[in-house]
């Protein structure tokens, strides 16, 4: 069965990203060079964003940046890149900006007063 194409998994991306493992990151890069329709999801980013943080002590600029360059390379990055914009200038979690990326086409239904405020204020 043919496949539509390839997801990348929070490992891959972090090897990629952090180049900590030379050969998987050559391995990765390899197979971002080539001709696939690449899929990132918002949980791998959420991971990626929580290593990042936690175990390399980056600040959240840093990694948001490092994540908007990264996604910059696959063409679906809309939802992504408003996220991790969202991210970066905010203190809102990660999946919050999530929610707030697709809050311009879905109403996002929470009792977080936080993400209601910010989301309000956002599309109003």
């Known amino acids: ?8 998994d929070t490992n891959a991306v972090l090897r990629y990203l952090l180049k900590d493992n030379i ?9 971002i060079k080539q001709d696939f329709n690449f899929l990132i999801l918002p949980e791998v980013i959420a991971e990626v964003i929580y ?6 002590s980056l600040d ?3 990694v948001a940046n490092i994540l908007l360059k990264f996604i910059s390379i696959f063409e679906y990055n809309v939802i992504l890149n408003k ?3 969202i991210y970066k200038a905010t203190k809102l979690d990660f999946v ?3 929610l ?9 239904f929470t009792f977080d007063k936080d993400l209601k405020k910010f989301i309000n204020k956002t599309t109003s």
């Open 96 to 98: 919050d900006c999530v």
């Open 51 to 56: 290593v990042m943080t936690k175990n390399y």
């Open 60 to 62: 959240r600029v840093t």
């Open 83 to 85: 996220a991790l914009t």
């Open 23 to 31: 050969e998987q990151a050559k391995q990765v890069g390899e197979l």
């Open 100 to 108: 707030c990326a697709y809050s311009n086409k879905y109403e996002v």
């Open 1 to 8: 069965m043919k496949k539509n194409g390839v997801i990348l």
